[in-house]
């Protein structure tokens, strides 16, 4: 396996087992409907793409998958397959698309003010206001165009945070000091460094077939994207382009996340 490819899904999946859960799905989606005959050339395929990462890494992942009841055992001598609470883990973790991104037109900031004896919950606020969306604009003030004070409801009570973070409104067209919205959103959430990924990816997948590493190769790259309103986008920004090339394949791939821990 490249050293590209092995960074591409190590920027994907943070532990072996979750890169393993995917390879077990896209595996099952591609037998699924199938005769016996295509389902051992989809299991043949398998053990190919399983033998270009460190066999042991698997070896050990499947393990640990079992025992978490990700996978199991259906036929002695195959590749285990996803359970439904396999599809559920999945789901919460690979990244998806959004078209829609309806927005108000408003900016919003948090702060926060946390002593060093809280460190440790400092440290998962942090964490936290990243993951839901917020770009840092200095230490403890983050901006984000999506109003998180109902999702910060939550973490502020479980943390026992009350009185230490604030959520302020900017209000429509607003600025920073002499840095206008646009600008401050390029800067803060780093745009140009993603959009240099989208357009390497344009590069290599634009016009041939686009294969296991280039949806991996996408959503490595969608994970870090903010998905931030399209009005708040550049003119220079590919995203989108990149997302149109690449949405049938997506869905082929990646739809078993659609309907994970839905009941029938």
Known sequence: MSRAAVALTEGLFSHAVDMTLWLF??????????????????????????????YEV??????????????????????????????RRLA???????DKR?????????TYDIPEKRKDDRDMLREYIRRIGCG????????????????????IEEHELRGTIIVSDM????????????????RVYKLEDINDRYKEWLEEFENGKIDRWGV????????DDPQLPFALLPSWWKGDWVYKRIEL????????????GKKT
């Not at 393990?63 to 439904?84: N, S």
């Not at 607003?174 to 390029?186: A, L, Q």
């Open 25 to 54: 799905a896209y595996m099952g989606e591609l037998s699924m409907p199938y005769a016996y005959g295509k389902t051992w050339k989809a299991q043949v395929a398998a053990d190919q793409l399983l033998s270009e990462i460190n």
């Open 58 to 87: 698997i070896k050990n992942a499947i393990t640990t998958a079992k025992k978490r009841g990700y996978v199991k055992t259906i036929r002695r001598h195959a590749w285990p397959e996803i359970t439904e609470e396999g599809k």
């Open 92 to 98: 919460s973790i690979i990244p998806r698309y959004d």
């Open 102 to 110: 309806l927005w108000d037109g408003r900016m919003h900031i948090v």
């Open 136 to 155: 840092r604009l200095q230490d403890s003030v983050w901006v984000t165009p999506y109003n998180p004070i109902d999702t910060l409801r939550k973490f």
């Open 171 to 186: 209000g429509k067209d607003g600025s920073i000091g002499e840095e206008d919205i646009r600008s401050m959103i390029v």
């Open 216 to 223: 991996i190769y996408f959503l490595s790259i969608l994970k």
């Open 249 to 260: 394949v997506l869905k082929n791939y990646v739809n078993f996340s659609a309907t994970a």
